[in-house]
């Protein structure tokens, strides 16, 4: 009897040591993260230059491990990789969709297994990830088609080389400058879908050229294509780029404020590609912050020849 007592009594005091440690061990807290960066593509130099700037932010913060995909501009491979980057078990999922609808339910599936998801640049249908993170492209929008129309007096004939209109920057930017030029004579005399890239533009720019004597302005959703459209109109050799005026969104210091410069383009306009804010957010999410916004909505600016040398001017 005595020895079932003695046993007991140990093996209560190993039971209320485990419960002790417990706690300690529930406070041991991660200290090193995963996380997994999904790009939809690296052929535009504005997407390079995000996944630079989230390198960059990354460098900062030792206690990260980034993992880079590319889906090489395909909306099946990206869905695909999103998977991988679950079943690899990172900790949390930055994504730059290619097109919001095909890749909402990859990152639906990913936040409600507890994956944290910032959703960069472009956005998915619904609220099913933990924070979006972009400028307003329709207030860019709005702003390019308030330049044009100013500069041209409100009056004159425009080209407008979208971007992808299944992704949404292409949608609001379109939608945006439609606002800006309402209540003027501005006419869009042609438009097409270029899905961002300079080879696009040019050839489409090369078809507006052709069928239109009279361009007063190109308005391009990036600037790639508003460079792409002024190659097209150098090349054909009568002077017609010295007539239009080409407006294009994203304002890298070596591309697009660099075409301001030159005198190639009239203006562009400042797109962050928030990078570093992603990083900067993924890390306090990590850490356990809980207050998180749904939309972190980042600023612009716009640069022309008068106003380039002194880095632009902050739009409100």
């Not at 996944?51 to 501009?73: F, S």
Request: charged letters at 25%; one cysteine or more; aromatic letters at 6%.
């Amino acid at each position: 009897m005595k020895s079932r007592l003695w046993a007991l009594s140990v093996l209560s005091v190993i039971a209320l040591a485990c419960v002790g440690l417990a706690p300690a061990r529930q406070a041991a807290r991660k200290t090193h993260w995963v996380i997994g960066m999904s790009q939809c593509n690296l052929g535009e130099p504005w997407r390079v230059q995000m996944n630079a700037d989230i390198k960059a932010a990354a460098a900062k913060h030792p206690e990260l491990k980034v993992i880079y995909k590319d889906a090489q501009n395909k909306t099946p491979d990206q869905q695909a990789q999103v998977g991988e980057l679950v079943d690899q078990g990172v900790d949390l999922i930055i994504i730059s969709p290619k097109e919001a609808k095909p890749l909402t339910v990859p990152v639906r599936q990913a936040y409600k297994k507890g994956i944290p998801v910032i959703v960069l640049d472009r956005k998915v249908e619904g609220n099913d990830f933990t924070m979006f993170i972009g400028a307003d492209n329709v207030k860019i929008g709005r702003e390019a088609g308030k330049f044009l129309a100013k500069t041209l007096k409100g009056k004159g004939n425009i080209v407008e080389l979208k971007g992808l209109m299944t992704s949404t920057p292409g949608q609001e930017r379109h939608k945006g400058f439609l606002q800006g030029i309402k209540g003027s004579r501005l006419k869009i005399i042609f438009n097409a879908d270029c899905k961002w890239l300079e080879p696009n533009a040019m050839a489409e720019m090369n078809s507006a050229l052709a069928r239109f004597d009279k361009i007063n302005a190109v308005y391009a959703h990036n600037d790639p294509s508003a460079h792409g459209a002024y190659l097209a109109a150098k090349n054909e050799g009568r002077g017609r780029e010295k007539k239009i005026k080409f407006v294009g969104i994203d304002a890298l210091p070596h591309e697009g404020v660099r075409y301001v410069r030159e005198g190639i383009l009239a203006a562009t306009f400042q797109y962050p590609t928030g990078g570093a804010e992603a990083i900067d957010w993924a890390s306090k999410i990590l850490r356990g912050q809980k207050k998180v916004p749904k939309t972190i909505t980042l600023g612009t600016r716009i640069f022309t020849r008068s106003n380039v040398k002194r880095w632009g001017e902050a739009i409100k």
